[in-house]
């Protein structure tokens, strides 16, 4: 291929493809960053009780930053009603986020008991609207209520034995299917940048 025929990323319009360009020559990078996340996804799950607890302050710090953003939002209000809403809203995640910090094992199972609950709901949503849907897609947003189900009831079944646990097997696994999709995706700009250089 000629120059020509390779535009220069900065001369093509913004689009994912020319996102694409400018990183497929970082390629090693994001490898390097995958595997880095998909290793302390090994780590998390070898390390189970210490990665529910850090489930536990991420989601702690995370709400308590939710509540100064409402209770900043609250005082930009323009109506009384408006601003005592967001300001109650506000400190309640704040308090709610300190007593998580506070008592993280109470948190965990606090925690645990609502994402059991929270999938039940979700598998059921799911599979109410899969025998709303057409034949053709029925079966894979079913198998997928059923699972979520299957998995929230598991989960609400062990509670609370299952706090110490839960969380942090869930955080391992995100890690590491994160970081392995982060890996293949850099092995696909590799092989990208690798085309474009002959």
């Not at 990183?23 to 390390?47: D, K, N, Y």
């Not at 900043?72 to 400190?91: C, P, R, Y």
Request: aromatic letters at 12%.
């Amino acid at each position: 291929m000629s120059l020509s025929e390779n535009p220069s990323p900065l001369e093509l319009p913004p689009s994912l493809g020319r996102a694409i360009v400018v990183l497929r020559s970082h390629w090693g990078w994001i490898v390097a960053f995958g595997a880095l996340s998909a290793l302390l996804g090994l780590i998390a799950l070898a390390l189970i009780f210490s990665a529910t607890i850090a489930s536990v302050y991420i989601i702690a710090i995370f709400m308590i930053i939710a509540g100064g953003t409402e209770i900043t939002v609250g005082l930009n209000a323009k109506f009384w009603s408006h601003f005592f809403l967001w300001i109650v809203a506000g400190l309640c995640y704040i308090v709610v986020g300190a007593l998580a910090l506070a008592q993280p094992l109470m948190a965990a199972a606090f925690f645990t008991l609502l994402l059991g609950t929270g999938m039940i709901a979700t598998g059921l949503v799911r599979i109410y609207f899969a025998f709303r849907l057409e034949s053709e897609v029925r079966g894979p947003v079913l198998l997928a209520g059923v699972l979520t189900a299957l998995v929230g009831i598991l989960i609400v079944v062990g509670w609370p034995a299952n706090s110490y646990f839960i969380l942090g097997i869930l955080l391992g696994l995100d890690l590491l299917f994160w970081g392995a999709g982060w890996i293949a995706i850099g092995l696909r700009l590799r092989h990208a940048h690798r085309l474009s250089l002959l």
